[in-house]
């Protein structure tokens, strides 16, 4: 019989290491069909709150963040690229690619929310690739419509929670509640609201913590 687990993964569209997260975290979850029914629940954090409606290029805005060199940038996209791969997701990093404004793609989500968690799951993984494999903006409304429809839900809905400006308040909430409870950092992901794991985990590392929280759950 399988093990109900309830999964918080609080995380940004334009994280390289949500990606990667939520791809090994899917994986993990396969692996343990069967074993767990769980459920998978998104929240907000913005990694570029104070981002203007034209972005900036990543490269100069990585190495003004962090202080490092176009280099280091370019072996750090490397390395993500390379986990991606193995985990079947493709990153493409242009030097035209952009940081963007993600509040409006918070509130597409929390909306997705409210009309199933599968139907939340599939625009998180849409607009995840719709960054990071084909260079798009995930604040832009006709993208946001589109990909609402992708995952089976009503695009014109979307374009009216865009206008409306509809969940700002409910975002806004929710992110202050992560960060009261501790999250500074992208991806973290909750375990039966008690087992709380960071950064982009290998999928081996995801079975084995589910595993034991199931166990200490008995």
């Known amino acids: 019989m399988s093990q109900v687990l309830k999964i918080d993964f609080v995380s940004d569209v334009v ?16 692996q343990l069909k069967g074993e767990v029914a769980a459920t998978l629940h998104f929240h907000p954090f913005e990694l570029t709150p104070e981002m203007s409606d034209e972005g900036e290029y990543v490269i100069p805005y990585l190495c003004a963040k962090y202080g490092i060199s176009e280099m280091q940038v370019a072996q750090n996209q490397a390395l993500i690229t390379e986990r991606g791969a193995e985990l079947g997701f493709r990153f ?23 009309q199933g968690a599968d139907k939340q799951l599939s625009l998180k993984l849409g607009l995840l690739e719709a960054y990071f494999t084909h260079n798009r903006n995930p604040s832009d409304r006709t993208l946001l419509c589109e990909l609402a429809e992708r995952a089976g839900l009503d695009g014109k809905a979307a374009g009216e929670v865009f206008d409306s400006g509809r969940f700002a ?22 375990f039966n609201e008690r087992y709380a794991v960071s950064g982009g985990q290998p999928v081996e590392t995801f079975v084995q913590v589910i595993r034991d929280v199931l166990t200490e759950s008995d």
């Open 169 to 190: 308040d409910e975002v806004r909430a929710e992110e202050q509640l992560w960060q009261r409870r501790g999250v500074s950092s992208v991806p973290t992901i909750v």
């Open 15 to 30: 994280c390289p290491w949500c990606a990667i997260g939520l791809n090994s975290l899917l994986q993990a979850l396969e």
């Open 92 to 114: 493409d990093f242009r030097a035209d690619s952009k940081k963007w404004n993600t509040f409006d793609a918070h509130r597409l989500l929390h909306w997705a929310a409210t």
